[in-house]
């Protein structure tokens, strides 16, 4: 799958009780929201989406080396466990139905 377009958005004002969420490069409409504090989160997700991504995909990878090491002496749930549930996360963020070891 290739990489989402990482665009900047921005909340704006479309009524006196609504927010919406804009493009910050071509100003176009994204959502609407009821509340400010909806059309903020979504602007979080949406800029920083990409740089969390990044940051979890290198914390995987040293988790993988280190479960790799010591996966003899600690429980297999515990490191295992984390490297399995953050491979599932990082593919449903990424549109991709596996995620391989990144090392």
Same mark, same amino acid.
């Given at each position: 799958?290739?990489?989402?377009? *990482? &665009?900047?958005? *921005?909340?704006?004002?479309?009524?006196?009780?609504?927010?919406?969420?804009? =493009?910050? #490069? &071509?100003? *176009?409409?994204?959502?609407?929201?009821?509340?400010?504090?909806?059309?903020?989160?979504?602007?979080?997700?949406?800029?920083?989406?990409? =740089?969390?991504?990044? #940051?979890?995909?290198?914390?995987?990878?040293?988790?993988?080396?280190?479960?790799?090491? #010591?996966?003899?002496?600690?429980?297999? =749930?515990?490191?295992?466990?984390?490297?399995?549930?953050?491979?599932? #996360?990082?593919?449903?963020?990424?549109?991709?139905? &596996?995620?391989?070891?990144?090392?």
């Amino acid at each position: 799958m290739s990489e989402a377009k *990482h &665009t900047k958005f *921005h909340v704006g004002d479309i009524e006196a009780t609504r927010m919406a969420v804009f =493009d910050s #490069v &071509t100003g *176009h409409f994204f959502a609407k929201c009821e509340f400010a504090d909806n059309a903020a989160f979504i602007v979080r997700a949406c800029n920083f989406h990409n =740089d969390l991504l990044e #940051v979890c995909k290198k914390m995987l990878a040293r988790l993988e080396s280190y479960a790799d090491i #010591v996966q003899h002496e600690i429980p297999s =749930d515990s490191v295992l466990g984390v490297v399995l549930q953050a491979r599932a #996360v990082i593919a449903k963020a990424t549109g991709e139905t &596996t995620c391989l070891p990144t090392a």
